[in-house]
């Protein structure tokens, strides 16, 4: 069975820093654009970092430019997700997702095929 699966998610104090991982099972993640996604309550779904399947090109949200970064080990079939200087707005439910979306499309969901259930992450004082 094909899947993703994220682990890291955790309540932090505003300033922290947690990592994310999403590891792939059944496939590899070789030829795959890897996303992270993420959702807060009462809101859309949103492309936070994209990275292309050779980690040539990337893509931040502006939101969080600076302050996380996206990397993989394709030998591990396993993406990252780094978070530092959290605050309150990094709250949500983040998702990671494995495709093959054009580069110009990297952020949109619908170039991605395979979805993990979401890790929770909550930034709060």
């Known amino acids: 069975q094909m899947q993703l699966v994220e682990s890291g998610g955790a309540t932090v104090h505003p300033g922290g820093s947690l990592g994310l991982s999403c590891a792939a099972s059944?496939?590899?993640?070789?030829?795959?654009?890897v996303s992270w996604f993420r959702q807060a309550p009462g809101k859309a779904r949103e492309a936070v970092s994209c990275?292309?399947?050779?980690?040539?090109?990337?893509y931040y949200s502006d939101s969080v430019k600076g302050r996380f970064t996206i990397s993989r080990d394709n030998a591990k079939t396993t993406a990252y997700l780094q978070m530092n200087r959290l605050n309150p707005e990094d709250t949500a439910l983040y998702y990671c997702?494995?495709?093959?979306?054009?580069?110009?499309?990297?952020?949109?969901?619908?170039?991605?095929?395979?979805w993990g259930q979401g890790t929770q992450v909550t930034v709060s004082s």
């Open positions: 997702a494995a495709g093959q979306p054009i580069l110009s499309q990297l952020r949109l969901e619908t170039g991605y095929w395979y």
């Open positions: 990275i292309t399947f050779d980690g040539d090109s990337t």
């Open positions: 059944g496939f590899s993640l070789d030829h795959y654009a």
